[in-house]
T-cell receptor, first 114, second 116 residues
Framework: KAGVTQTPRYLIKTRGQQVTLSCSPI?????VSWYQQTPGQGLQFLFEYFSETQRNKGNFPGRFSGRQFSNSRSEMNVSTLELGDSALYLC???FGGGAYNEQFFGPGTRLTVL | AQKVTQAQTEISVVEKEDVTLDCVYE???????LFWYKQPPSGELVFLIR??????QNEISGRYSWNFQKSTSSFNFTITASQVVDSAVYFCALSEAGAAGNKLTFGGGTRVLVKP
């Protein structure tokens, strides 16, 4: 079974631009979560989607948004990029909707904002 | 609010030594789940173990073992007879049954360096 895939793997943008990251979950998984990892703040939860509905959102500004498609693939968008948005963005997929399920992570997208 | 603390930022050991990683958590939920994940240099988080709040039985799985104590809100993880391939950052994480959706709250991570 193929794992979680994220595209692109690396991205360089300049301040003020916007960016879209993509995540394809494991086949059959309906939940996709996004996390931001930075040296200063560590791993922080961005949002989670289940069957195209956002069920939870972390403490991030409105510049961070996401969506999920009917095939469970998910995208996250960051508008008006700031230097502090430079991070590793990790996507995770889960088979079910419960908190007990382990999350399977993708390799991440490393975003650099110049 | 939920919180996970990993006081050890970095541990360095020589191969075959045991390594114990500490994790302390805070939550108001009575039902919750604790996880350990490993992040090798490649960056991908790998699930290691899970424990629910109602099961304090400590277990061993291969070279991994864990010690869950609700009385002290701790969920410690031990690697026995460490190997160079165990070098990675290890994260403790908490998931609350009362929270909407699948949300993990992570600790700051502990970097483990196993020297040959």
């Amino acid at each position: 079974k193929a794992g979680v895939t994220q595209t692109p793997r690396y991205l360089i943008k300049t301040r003020g631009q916007q960016v879209t990251l993509s995540c394809s979950p494991i086949s059959g998984h309906r939940s996709v979560s996004w996390y931001q990892q930075t040296p200063g703040q560590g791993l922080q939860f961005l949002f989670e989607y289940f069957s195209e509905t956002q069920r939870n959102k972390g403490n991030f500004p409105g510049r961070f948004s996401g969506r999920q498609f009917s095939n469970s693939r998910s995208e996250m968008n960051v508008s008006t990029l700031e230097l502090g948005d430079s991070a590793l963005y990790l996507c995770a997929s889960v088979f079910g909707g419960g908190a007990y399920n382990e999350q399977f992570f993708g390799p991440g997208t490393r975003l650099t904002v110049l | 609010a939920q919180k996970v603390t990993q006081a050890q930022t970095e541990i360095s050991v020589v191969e075959k030594e045991d390594v114990t990683l500490d994790c302390v958590y805070e939550t108001r939920d009575t039902t919750y789940y604790l996880f350990w994940y490993k992040q090798p240099p490649s960056g991908e988080l790998v699930f290691l173990i899970r424990r629910n709040s109602f099961d304090e039985q400590n277990e061993i799985s291969g070279r991994y073992s864990w010690n869950f104590q609700k009385s002290t809100s701790s969920f410690n993880f031990t690697i026995t007879a460490s190997q160079v391939v165990d070098s990675a950052v290890y994260f403790c994480a908490l998931s609350e049954a009362g929270a909407a959706g699948n949300k993990l709250t992570f600790g700051g991570g502990t970097r483990v360096l196993v020297k040959p």
